[in-house]
């Protein structure tokens, strides 16, 4: 087994992760995203496949330091567009909502609108969207 397995079910981070594309292309797509930022947010979500993998880290286990750190990454890499936890926040959201990755208890910091709070309900959907997109808060 690799490091990028999960120790329970032999199955690679990313794959874990692939599994809800077109899951989270749809929900894009209900938020009222065009081709243009679905398209940055999907690259996103490819991003964060290649780096669960190269940093061994489970879908499951994925939470706001780890964020944070996957962010950072991009920022060091020259990534100019979704480089926050605002814009991460769809993501993030979907998958908190879809069950993929648990949100942290009340008495963690983050949950109770420590540095997460400045994304809730300000994500990067595009204006006019009918939906409020999910937050990061409490991840």
Excluded: N
């Excluded at 942290?104 to 204006?127: E, L």
């Amino acid at each position: 087994m690799t490091k990028q397995d999960d120790a329970t079910s032999g199955v690679s981070a990313s794959s874990a992760l692939i599994d809800h594309l077109v899951g989270f292309r749809e929900e894009l797509a209900r938020y009222g995203y065009g081709p243009v930022r679905s398209g940055a947010h999907l690259e996103l979500f490819a991003d964060l496949c290649g780096w669960l993998e190269r940093e061994g880290v489970a879908l499951a286990d994925l939470a706001s330091d780890r964020i944070a750190s996957f962010l950072a990454g991009r920022r060091a890499r020259g990534r100019t567009d979704l480089i926050s936890l605002t814009g991460v926040a769809p993501l993030a959201g979907y998958l908190v909502r879809i069950g993929a990755i648990r949100r942290r208890s009340s008495s963690s910091p983050r949950a109770r609108g420590g540095s997460c709070s400045s994304a809730a309900g300000t994500t990067s959907r595009p204006s006019g969207a009918s939906q409020r997109a999910p937050s990061l808060t409490g991840i």
